[in-house]
């Protein structure tokens, strides 16, 4: 008998220390192991910001909140992770005043890990590339006439800088585990999606390597940025240059969702499964075989995700659940 609930919406998760993010539609839960072996579980209702505005659930605008929301999402989750990790998701009774000194210190520092891991990820992906392209200009007098030769010098040293990083990361033991509940993550999904019961038995057997991928998500926003980067005159003093470039990261972003959301759409066809090609190839860095303990939270997420879509349901059972990419 199939157990698994049959709601025609897509899923989505994310790995985190030790555990597995699961988004469905209406709600974000967090499983992660503790130290014991058992799970914490964090779970809650959640709606985006197109879901509640209608006036910016518009192409490209769309894209662009969504990238945002689901950076302060993972960074929430990968943080409640650490913290099960840790064994600190219990903490002491504690007074009203070190509730709030807490959740103040708690807030300042996950500003400050996110503002470090922006600023990092701009220094490696766009101030570097642009900057070494910009240098082998001046040598170069074929690739200062040809600015589509310059963009795609540019988009090329991204690709490469940003394989390096996620294959420096998987040489790390703590980032192999990450990269394996990453895995489990695929398959869960996966076994959600071909209709199977959420067992560890039917998820072992799926593949790692799945189309909607966050992987495959940033080599399209590589891939684009050189398309529109060719059509923004070039402006040539080096720091007015970047700073156009990342002005129009959000409206890549943007379009690179929308890339994204098509392709979902049109998974069967063969022109999708060509342009997917790369992100697939990419997540042979980015995901390892999980072990049966990984894929049991990488399920135990997803379970605990498909039954708030049903409580929902069942409270308001006129509104219609649609497929759409999370």
């Not at 409640?80 to 002491?92: H, I, N, Q, R, T």
């Not at 593949?207 to 590589?222: A, E, K, N, Y």
């Not at 156009?244 to 943007?254: C, K, N």
Request: charged fraction near 20%.
């Amino acid at each position: 008998m199939n157990t698994t609930p049959k709601i025609d919406f897509a899923v989505g998760g994310q790995a985190v220390i030790e555990g597995v993010m699961m988004r469905s539609p209406n709600s974000i839960v967090i499983s992660a192991r503790r130290p014991d072996k058992s799970i914490a579980v964090q779970e809650k209702f959640y709606q985006t910001l197109t879901q509640k505005y209608k006036i910016f659930n518009l192409p490209i605008i769309r894209g662009m909140l969504n990238l945002i929301e689901m950076m302060v999402i993972g960074s929430k989750a990968i943080n409640f992770s650490a913290s099960v990790s840790m064994d600190e998701v219990k903490p002491k009774k504690k007074t009203k005043k070190q509730s709030i000194l807490q959740k103040t210190i708690e807030a300042m520092m996950f500003v400050f890990s996110l503002l470090i891991a922006l600023a990092l990820s701009l220094f490696l992906f766009k101030f570097l590339p642009l900057w070494i392209t910009t240098v082998i200009e001046k040598y170069s007098s074929t690739i200062k006439e040809n600015y589509i030769i310059f963009n795609l010098i540019d988009g090329i040293l991204k690709t490469f800088f940003f394989i390096m990083y996620i294959y420096i990361l998987s040489l790390l033991p703590s980032f192999k585990r990450i990269f394996e509940y990453h895995g489990a993550e695929h398959k869960a999904v996966f076994t959600y999606e071909k209709g199977l019961d959420l067992t560890v038995t039917n998820a072992a057997k799926q593949s790692r390597f799945h189309p909607r991928c966050g992987t495959s998500f940033i080599l399209i926003v590589f891939v684009i940025s050189i398309l529109v980067y060719t059509f923004i005159p070039r402006n040539p003093d080096f720091t007015k240059n970047l700073l156009i470039r990342l002005a129009f990261l959000p409206v890549i972003a943007g379009i690179s969702y929308e890339y994204l959301k098509i392709s979902a759409r049109y998974a069967d066809k063969a022109w999708t499964r060509i342009f997917v090609a790369p992100g697939l190839c990419m997540q042979r860095l980015t995901t390892r075989e999980p072990d049966k303990t990984q894929l049991e939270v990488a399920l135990h997420s997803l379970k605990l995700a498909l039954k708030k879509e049903q409580q929902l349901a069942k409270k308001t059972p006129s509104k219609t659940q649609k497929r759409r990419v999370v």
